[in-house]
């Protein structure tokens, strides 16, 4: 159960849930629409982005109704008459289909039989008829041309917002199926080129122009959320600049100011580009404030006939999307990215400049993908990218400064600086959830203890007390700190110091380093007090001695204390018969030690540990209160070998 706990609370398992969690929350939003209209917008930006192609070989060419042609008409709408002029004079000059994007569902005389005639005789001639919906009331075709193929719906999807990015191939009410207005011009072209529409060999509800088949558009496509998917619909590429079409204005078409070839053998589309008349239209590169940014409703049938020809002869398809498993599992790859980020960087700058790298070379992967004719998602990916390395990130920085605050609490005053980056580095072993985890080893611990500092305390101010005090403390305490040793306590005039913690020692090498350590930083005291003594006695001050206990042997270490306040300690027998040894009483030994400036006093446990390293000698056995059995005691006079012989310094009473 440790286990698992320790598992759940790792750095990795914090990334893989918060990653998850993040994704689950991004998914949540999009599947709610709630980023469509980014998505989107990103989309038209990769448009606008995209090259366009600049064709001076244009297959289309525009014929215009502008303001000045309306006026040299006199009328809006222009009359049947010179509707039936103008087609004639086009149908002179041989193209391969001729569109009139103008409702003719009333007769405009004069000339209606005209233009009857026109339309009845030109097979090459589609007019355009409005399918209708709800919203929108049905507008029938000229009524020589009802239900013949010379007619096509010019219906617009309209996405919210007022950008055009879908166009319709067909539609149906349930008992026929109509063509678009641009589907029939494209195809009376491609049929001259020998191509015809055809079912898709894999999918036969699918329709192939040439090579390439064009997938029907669905609703949750790209960045659409359960979109109008009625119809069979399809992606605009806009690939062709709005100044590739050619364009000839009605009245030049009348008067014969065109040449020829600008007609023969293309397409020619009649329709209106004036103000007045409002029939204009937002695309993807529409942008800004100018009044330029919208198309006429007669170049975006010129762009959707000039996209289904480049399907058709250039193999040119239209913009894919991925299914929506594979739209998932990118944004899930992504997730994971940014929590494996949110794992390694801590520091802001260093995350704040790899973040934007990331995210530029997201777009840019996205937008490599776009050119090559694929639409990935870029806003839920890129969103649960950055959010989970944010997320994964803060999470692991507020732990970690919450670990560090509980291990610089517990040790970073009575360790050194050493010891206190290992016991960071290593808190993933060191630490259960916020506290130290309690361990059982083997460790030396070392008590000391002021001789004869009620007699002090009694002829001294209490605030120069303290200060005579915290010099003792400070002092001993630097010393503990100085031979690898961890300050356990402060007991009045007393501290408790172990040796071999925090961390386990796997090795009896490892025990016995630290019980040297603790008989060195023993001798050290010894030293410090006698400075100490030489100081104060210059200054007046009282002169004292000191006590020191050591015992080595198994204790328990962890946390004692509540959330606010917690305390890292080592309890057990080791630590009793190291107090014991320190309070130990002259007169209970069997030799008199005397009454010695500095008495460090340690146990057999400990001696074997010292390999010889010390002179030392037996002072006695006894029995320490709470044990029955008798422990040897021993003395420590100094190191072996020291150049100097150490003087064993009696202090008068």
């Not at 026109?118 to 919906?133: A, S």
């Not at 350590?517 to 410090?528: G, R, T, W, Y």
Request: glycine letters at 8%; a neutral charge; proline letters at 4%.
């Amino acid at each position: 159960m440790r286990s698992l706990r320790k598992q759940l609370r790792s750095p990795l398992s914090i990334g893989l849930w918060v990653s998850t969690l993040v994704f689950l929350a991004i998914m949540g939003l999009r599947i709610t629409g709630c980023l469509e209209s980014l998505e989107l917008a990103v989309y038209d930006r990769y448009l606008r982005l995209r090259p366009q192609n600049q064709r001076s070989d244009s297959l289309i060419v525009l014929i215009t109704v502008s303001e000045q042609d309306i006026r040299n008409q006199g009328q809006w709408p222009v009359t049947d008459a010179t509707i039936a002029l103008a087609l004639e004079k086009l149908t002179d000059y041989q193209p391969r289909a001729i569109g009139l994007d103008l409702f003719r569902d009333t007769p405009i005389p004069p000339g209606s039989q005209d233009l009857d005639k026109v339309l009845y005789e030109n097979k090459h001639i589609v007019t355009i008829n409005k399918f209708g919906n709800k919203d929108e009331t049905k507008i029938d075709p000229p009524s020589v041309l009802r239900n013949t193929d010379q007619v096509g719906f010019c219906d617009i999807i309209v996405d919210p917002g007022g950008i055009v990015r879908r166009g319709i191939l067909f539609m149906d009410d349930g008992e026929t199926v109509e063509y678009s207005f641009a589907l029939r011009l494209a195809l009376l072209y491609l049929k001259s080129e020998g191509i015809e529409p055809q079912p898709d060999p894999l999918n036969p509800e699918h329709m192939r122009l040439g090579n390439t088949t064009i997938r029907p558009f669905a609703e949750n496509d790209g960045g659409y959320i359960q979109a109008d998917a009625n119809g069979y619909q399809f992606l605009l590429d806009y690939k062709d600049d709005r100044n590739s079409f050619p364009t000839i204005s009605l009245t030049d078409l009348l008067t014969g100011k065109i040449e020829p070839e600008m007609i023969t053998d293309k397409i020619a589309i009649i329709g209106v580009t004036a103000q007045g008349v409002k029939d204009f239209f937002y695309t993807p590169h529409s942008r800004g404030l100018n009044v330029n940014q919208h198309i006429s409703g007669v170049a975006l049938h010129a762009h959707m006939a000039s996209q289904l020809l480049r399907t058709g002869l250039e193999d040119d398809a239209s913009t894919g999307t991925m299914s929506n498993t594979l739209e998932t599992l990118w944004i899930l790859v992504w997730s994971f990215i940014g929590g494996t980020m949110g794992l390694g960087i801590r520091s802001p700058w260093r995350f704040s400049l790899f973040a934007s790298s990331v995210l530029l070379l997201h777009a840019a992967i996205v937008y490599a993908v776009f050119i090559n004719g694929w639409w990935l998602p870029l806003v839920p990916s890129a969103t649960t990218w950055f959010l989970s390395a944010v997320v994964v990130s803060t999470s692991l920085s507020k732990q970690e400064k919450e670990q560090r605050e509980i291990l610089m609490q517990l040790f970073s005053k009575h360790v050194s600086q050493e010891v206190a980056d290992i016991v960071w580095q290593q808190r993933d072993q060191f630490l259960d959830g916020n506290r130290p985890r309690s361990q059982k080893m083997t460790v030396t611990v070392l008590f000391t203890d002021i001789k004869g500092f009620t007699s002090v305390s009694e002829k001294m101010a209490p605030q120069e007390l303290m200060t005579w005090l915290n010099t003792y403390m400070e002092s001993m305490s630097q010393l503990v700190v100085k031979h690898g040793g961890v300050l356990d306590d402060y007991s009045g005039d007393g501290l408790k110091a172990d040796f071999g913690i925090p961390f386990t020692r796997n090795s009896e090498t490892e025990i016995g380093h630290d019980a040297v350590n603790a008989v060195d930083c023993a001798l050290a005291m010894e030293e410090k007090m006698h400075q100490l003594n030489a100081d104060w006695k210059k200054r007046g001050l009282p002169t004292v001695g000191m006590r020191i206990g050591l015992f080595t042997g198994p204790i328990v270490a962890g946390s004692l204390g509540c959330a606010q306040r917690l305390k890292y300690t080592t309890i057990g027998d080791t630590v009793n018969i190291a107090s014991r040894l320190e309070s130990l009483q002259n007169d209970v030994l069997s030799k008199d030690i005397g009454d010695t400036l500095c008495r460090i006093l340690i146990g057999e446990a400990t001696l074997r540990y010292l390999n010889h390293q010390f002179d030392v000698i037996k002072v006695g056995e006894t029995a320490l209160k709470g044990r029955s059995e008798k422990i040897a005691v021993y003395r420590i006079i100094g190191r072996n070998g020291s150049k100097q012989k150490k003087m064993v310094d009696r202090v008068r009473p």
